[in-house]
């Protein structure tokens, strides 16, 4: 009753900006993944953020939940609404307010999108390095709240070392609008609480714009791919390439049977076979052919049966083509197997590159007995894997088996030394294993001290309830 209040007075103070229509809310209750929450009382789709102060006062005044939302690309349950309550879509605060190339840093408002806003970039030599999967569609703010990697996470990390500075907003009495952090790269403005921000879900406030620091464009980049029949082969090359001093910009992995189900899926005209090692790296124009020569021996010399090589980014498409081809492989397997309503669920832990092997040979064995197929690749560079498993939530034996199974691999990742989450976010899936995280640690008490900071950032509960801490 009080979402429907609150929904009524936001569109007489928000007039054309927001949508009560139960056939427009159910487009904001459900992530690519297939999980599905609550549709919202009402949408807000923000144009500045005025209208994101004035919709959290107002839901500070009514106790109603609010979610927030880029392109809804999250893969872990963390934009999906859970209760009745309020969305707040950014979709169009899409404005890049200040580029400054001399400076390195951009201003972007929190819906636009990566992949436009490095078509800007371009145009002056310089990118946003941090480009998830989902880039095409993925936004500043989703980026910001998730914390996102990718491909090129072996070089350039995530989104916790790139932002500079934040403008967000509260979700108490005033609606307050706070700008944190610095347009310059050495900042100390007290505790961090820009960091603090960059990752935290849409639990602690409304991300409305980012400062973010820029990279130079590479002037050339060299790729080549790798097949090995055994994994400990791959594993050394991984290493190899790293001790060499390449920087890889690209450091991609996929083991044998995931390789086949992706082959079917692209036909890539290759021949393509065993544990694929993606490798990417950048090299001046005068070097590029020995460089590819050298990372070919090398990876030869550790039991590769193929590689190939390719110049330029351009050339190498057919080889990073095949890699992509992991998870919309897995949909198109699902759906073929078990039929619409299919859950595609991606795991996303991180362990030490060293326990690579480990890791994956535990992930195979964890999902043959509780009876799955599952794809497995990932960011090697820096030891993040992504299980995917397909199961029919209708099913409660299947989706009570899929549960365990996830559980497993995060406990799996924690034993080896990692984490259970590298890059997609808590969200609502992950709560039981950050507590497990932690308390494998011996830290349970940081866990207090999170849901403490959640009360003080969010004294009623109501931004993003029931995630990562709640």
């Not at 459900?30 to 807000?44: I, K, Q, Y």
């Not at 932002?163 to 610095?182: F, Q, T, Y």
């Not at 029919?392 to 559980?407: S, T």
């Not at 984490?419 to 497990?436: Q, Y």
């Amino acid at each position: 009753m009080r979402a429907r209040s609150l929904a009524e007075e936001l569109e007489r103070r928000l007039p054309g900006r927001v949508y009560t229509d139960p056939a427009v809310a159910s487009l904001y209750a459900r992530e690519p993944s297939g999980l599905e929450g609550r549709p919202p009382a009402a949408v807000v789709l923000a144009r500045e953020p005025g209208d994101v102060s004035l919709t959290l006062r107002l839901a500070y005044k009514f106790e109603v939940p609010v979610y927030l939302q880029g392109s809804l690309s999250s893969l872990s349950g963390s934009a999906v609404p859970l209760d009745e309550g309020i969305v707040i879509s950014f979709e169009k605060m899409s404005r890049v307010r200040e580029f400054s190339p001399v400076d390195g840093y951009v201003e972007a408002e929190a819906g636009v999108r990566l992949g436009e806003l490095n078509s800007l970039l371009a145009r002056e030599g310089y990118m946003f390095p941090v480009d998830p999967a989902s880039v095409a569609v993925a936004t500043v703010g989703g980026a910001v709240n998730s914390g996102a990697g990718g491909l090129r996470g072996a070089k350039y990390g995530t989104m916790r070392d790139w932002v500079l500075g934040l403008e967000a907003v509260l979700p108490d009495k005033r609606g307050s609008v706070i700008r944190v952090g610095c347009r310059v790269v050495k900042c100390r403005q007290g505790y961090d609480l820009t960091r603090l921000i960059v990752g935290s879900e849409g639990t602690l406030a409304a991300v409305t714009a980012a400062v973010l620091r820029l990279a130079r464009l590479p002037r050339r980049v060299v790729v080549a791919a790798a097949f090995f029949p055994e994994l400990e082969g791959l594993a050394a090359a991984v290493a190899e390439v790293k001790a060499a001093g390449y920087e890889p910009l690209i450091m991609e992995f996929m083991d044998a049977p995931t390789v086949a189900k992706a082959v079917e899926y692209v036909r890539p005209g290759f021949e393509a076979a065993g544990h694929m090692l993606l490798v990417a790296v950048e090299a001046a124009d005068c070097e590029a052919v020995e460089v590819l020569e050298r990372l070919s021996r090398l990876l030869s010399s550790h039991g590769a049966s193929r590689v190939y090589t390719a110049p330029s980014m351009r050339e190498a498409e057919p080889l990073i083509k095949l890699r992509r081809a992991m998870y919309p492989s897995q949909v198109r397997l699902a759906l073929e197997e078990k039929g619409p309503g299919t859950l595609v669920y991606v795991e996303d832990i991180a362990v030490p590159p060293s326990r690579l092997v480990e890791a994956v040979r535990g992930v195979r064995s964890l999902a043959e007995s509780y009876g799955f197929e599952v794809l497995l690749g990932g960011h090697v560079g820096d030891g993040n894997l992504h299980p995917i498993v397909a199961f029919d939530p209708r099913n409660p034996g299947e989706a009570g088996r899929a549960e365990q199974l996830f559980r497993e691999i995060m406990r799996l990742a924690v034993k080896l030394g990692g984490t259970v989450s590298a890059e997609h976010g808590i969200g609502v899936l992950k709560r039981e294993g950050l507590r497990m995280e932690l308390e494998a640690l011996g830290s349970l008490r940081a866990l207090e001290l999170m849901k403490q900071l959640k009360r003080v950032f969010d004294p009623k509960g109501i931004l993003n309830p029931h995630k990562v801490v709640w």
